[in-house]
């Protein structure tokens, strides 16, 4: 902008500085022509008288000047020339002046010379006896004079366009300061043109919006930022050619992806079959869902398009863990193939013993062994519905079930009565090392659980073994052990025990009646508490199971004995 209004006012100036000149130059020398005229005239005036008086004596006696002075007779023939031999001389009586002066008293005329470089300016009056008197001055041509003010000239124009610069850049320099001091941080504080003001308040309310605008764009990008990091789930944002516009922290580690790994395309991330058929339905403006297994887990995939204009413009990606979900259905299809054997054995034992007796197969003195034999299959057959109901309870449930504050202590007691008289049939003692310990449960599964662990150790045990049961508890944990002096569990057998229907090494626990439905009753009931379940166990020598539940707070238990 700047060298814009540097070039205009130089251009100016300098087309004001040579017009002027120019001007100035031609008025001199118009003037100087008519202040030459005037006196030529008047010379000629004087001369006239002179003549008219004195005759050519008059002439000859006058001193050599710049002048020219002629006297040509009314035929033309010249009589003096203050120059020129008049003997030599041409007839004058067709000059321009000579005719001029003839006619009507005064002539004049000019000539160039052929050189161009002078001029001569020729003034003639006619005398009383009709003869011409005339003056001539030769004198530069205005061609000539300015040739030889040629360099003069060049000086001056030099100079002039030195001022010219100097002004331009003097002046456009002072225009466009204010406008170089205006601080656009705060365009409205600064002191610049009154026109500009309006440009600069306008200036001063768009940086406030767009100020604005940045800072609810960042928000904006900090809560999706903060929302997608915090994500249990894996998302991923991508364009119409399958680049990742955007990906969380959990999208990456459940596709595994690495630093070199993440510049590249989608597809390379996983190349599998399904993420790529996934990807290109959503591409092509289709829902579409898979399933993806990644480092031995379950991943729910689903892709929307995302439409813009009705056009695809892009594909947003949802991993969700389905692990959870997977187990638990391949562990109910085993769980209903498992429940259909387990219930179709008892049954079928059942089922024989009737036919015996109604062919009439059986002696009557025998027929009470086989209805015990009936009525013990079908207690199995009672205990095993009875756990698969309870689990079933707990499968579906557990969600909606009420917590309240239990006292651990209150659970054991009530156990201990009902296991007392198999105890004693036993003869297995009960220790019992408990106190009042408060914790958040469901009354029912507290008691279920604590039952299955003490059932177990009994029925488990040896005779005249001992069955211990201890509470103890810190600031933050309640401890529940249950021990005995039982036929242990093998190391190996130890993690499967929770399963359902496992029982370990049939032929050994054959003839102790179970369901293989206990633990996983109490691993349920545990996962439901927030607790947490470790057996220690050694063959032959005993088993110990130790329930850590977190502890109810001081003042809920406070609040609790009150009520
Ligand atoms: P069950 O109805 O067969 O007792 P559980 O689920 O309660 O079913 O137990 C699973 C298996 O774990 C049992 O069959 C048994 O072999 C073993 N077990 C459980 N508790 C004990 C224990 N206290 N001592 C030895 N073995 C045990």
Known sequence: MTKR???SIFYVSLLLIVSFSLVLLAFLSEYTENAQQKSMYLEITY??????????????????SQQRLTWIGADGTVLFDSVADVNQMENHLQREEVQEALQSGTGESTRISKTLAEKTDNVAVRLQDGSVMRISQTTWSAGSILLSMMQPFAVLFALALVLAGVLAGKTSKNITKPLENVDLEYPEQAEVYDELSPFLRRIAVQKKMIAKQVREQQQRQKEFYAITTNMQEGLLVLD????????NQAALQILGVTEETKKEKVYVWNRSEPFRDCIQQALD???????????????KM????VLEDMLVAGVVVLLFDHTEKADGERLRREFTANVSHELKTPLTSISGFAEIIKNGMVQPQDIPHFANNIYTEAQKLISMIQDIIQLSKLDETADTMQMQSVDLAEIVETVCNRIQEPANKQNISLDLHIEQAWIQGVPSILEEMVYNLCDNAIRYNKKGGSVTIIIQQTETEVKLFVKDTGIGIPLEEQDRIFER??????????DIDGTGLGLSIVKHGVKLHHATILVESETEKGTQFCITFPKKKENDAISNLCN
């Not at 403006?285 to 991943?299: A, I, N, P, W």
């Not at 689903?302 to 398009?305: E, I, K, R, T």
């Open 5 to 7: 209004i540097f070039r």
């Open 285 to 299: 403006g289709k829902h579409s869902e898979t399933m993806l297994e990644q480092k031995g887990k379950v991943y």
């Open 302 to 305: 689903l892709a929307n398009p």
């Open 47 to 64: 001369l006239q008288q002179g003549l008219e008086m004195q005759g050519i004596s008059y002439l000859e006696q006058l001193p050599k």
């Open 240 to 247: 119409t050619k399958g680049d990742v516009l955007s990906c």
């Open 501 to 510: 229907f496992y029982r370990v090494n049939r032929s050994r626990s054959k």
